[in-house]
């Protein structure tokens, strides 16, 4: 695939990419892949699965840095939840900057691509 090019990213962004102390989430590249194939982003949920390891930690740490409730994200009428986290999350990581999903309300699960759908649990974890 060759290299990859990261953004310029907003000052926003690289301060969430510090991530929260004390706190971090936890979401499988194909998680992440999912929740962007959910809220409409095609290309960048093409992307998430071939994430490096540092832009996977990167993206978990500005999720983390997200999932505070006091933290504006652009969702319009919608009550966030974990899948809108993890999605502007690789979005501010991989363009640089934090906007709108492409879409707020999740396309139906029975039709997301099977190589977006996330590993299912290990019950021994």
Not at 15 to 31: C, D, E, I, L, Y
Not at 58 to 87: C, F, M, S, T, W
Request: with cysteine; aromatic share 6%; hydrophobic share 35%.
């Amino acid at each position: 695939m060759g290299e990859r090019r990261h953004p310029q990213w907003d000052p926003d962004v690289r301060k969430a990419m510090k991530g929260v102390h004390n706190f971090q989430v936890v979401a499988s590249p194909r998680t992440i892949a999912a929740c962007l194939w959910d809220c409409g982003e095609d290309q960048l949920a093409e992307r998430a699965l071939t994430m490096t390891p540092d832009e996977h930690a990167a993206i978990q740490r500005i999720a983390a840095v997200y999932e505070d409730p006091n933290y504006p994200l652009p969702v319009k009428g919608q009550r966030i939840n974990h899948r809108h986290v993890d999605a502007l999350a690789a979005v501010a990581y991989f363009e640089g900057s934090l906007r709108p999903l492409a879409q707020a309300r999740s396309r139906p699960q029975k039709k997301r691509p099977t190589r977006f759908n996330p590993e299912p649990l290990n019950p021994a974890n």
